[in-house]
């Protein structure tokens, strides 16, 4: 899950999460590792779309002020 950040632990909102597989044999060690992986795929998705957002708004608010 990647999400904002806020003064509660991990209370932002969610921004996009993915699924990882548990296998009947996962160690703690490993699924961390797993984790670790689809973080790291998923967290410049995010970065993507949300500077694309704002990106977009920020050219709204400046078309709407330019009338």
Known sequence: ISHLATAELDGGQVLAQTKVLIEKNETVDSLKAKVLIQEHVLYP????????????SLEAEIASDAF
């Open 45 to 56: 998705k995010v970065l993507l779309n949300f500077s694309n957002h704002l990106r977009k």
